[in-house]
Every structure is written in C-alpha cells, then in structure tokens.
C-alpha cells in the first residue's frame, strides 16, 4: 500500500498550480468551476466505493477502475467531458506533487498492482477537496463557466 504524503510545502505548490485560472478550461474552451470537478470525483469515488473496485481484484481493462468510474459518472449525468478532464489534470497535479515525479498519469497509477481501493478513494477525495478549495466558483468566471449537467 503506497500512502499518498502531503507535506505543508507540496500542498502549497499544489494549491498554487490550481490558482491559475487558465488551469480551470475544459475541452470544450469553457471555465469550469471547481465545485462540478468535486462533484464529479466525489461521484466516481463514491461509485468505486459501493461497488468493491479494488485495483487488486480488477485486471487492467476490466472497467473496474478509476478511469471507467470516471467516465460511468460522465455516462450518469453527474458530471460531463469538461469535468471529467479537469479530474484528470486535478487528480495528475495531486499525485505528482505527492510522489515527486515530473509525470503521474493517472490511470496508470491507479491500476499499478500495489494500488489499493484505498489510496484511490484518498486521491480522489484529496483532488476533490482541493477542486472545492481552489477551483474557479461562478463569480469569478464572468458568467462563462460549464458547470456538470448544464451546456
């Protein structure tokens, strides 16, 4: 089990990469705001929750992991292409910057053999808080943010 270790200094640069607003555009060119990038991470944590998605137990493929609890979500109305993209960049800049390394692709963090349910569930909930915290709210979009569920 890999613990992910958030120290003052790597929340500090994480926190200060999701202040910049040109980090907040989803595909489709629209701001979108921190609160629908919680919710669509909260959603798919949730999801792998309740349905037992432990990377351990699930091959690579197997439409048990992160990724298909990403895009069940997206499938779901709970969240949309622009959401799910902007988990993608929230969920890469928490890992990198708690492993270290220049690169973290998700996915394949996430479906690595010594991946548990629970350093998952952790990622997700830390880049969702972080969405929560840092992420653009409506006010600051100047009525041009792409909130889940809404085009």
């Known amino acids: 089990m890999t613990a992910l270790l958030f120290t003052d200094t790597l929340v500090e640069q994480t926190r200060r ?61 709970m969240g949309d292409a622009d959401t799910q993209f902007m988990a993608r960049a929230v969920l890469e800049a928490v890992l990198r910057l708690s492993t270290g390394a220049p690169y973290v692709d998700y996915e394949v963090w996430s479906e690595h053999p010594v991946r548990t349910l629970d350093d998952v569930l952790a990622a997700c909930q830390t880049a969702a808080a972080l969405a929560l915290e840092h992420g653009p709210g409506p006010a600051q979009s100047g009525g041009k943010v792409l909130d889940a569920g809404e085009g």
Not at 41 to 50: K, S
Not at 67 to 77: H, K, M, N, Q
């Open 17 to 77: 990469q999701l202040l910049e607003r040109d980090v907040w555009y989803g595909l489709s060119g629209l701001l979108v705001t921190g609160e629908s990038v919680a919710r669509h991470l909260t959603a798919a944590a949730d999801l792998m929750e309740r349905k037992g998605w432990d990377p351990q137990l699930y091959a690579p493929f197997s439409g048990h992991h992160l990724r298909d609890a990403l895009t069940s979500t997206r499938d779901d109305g």
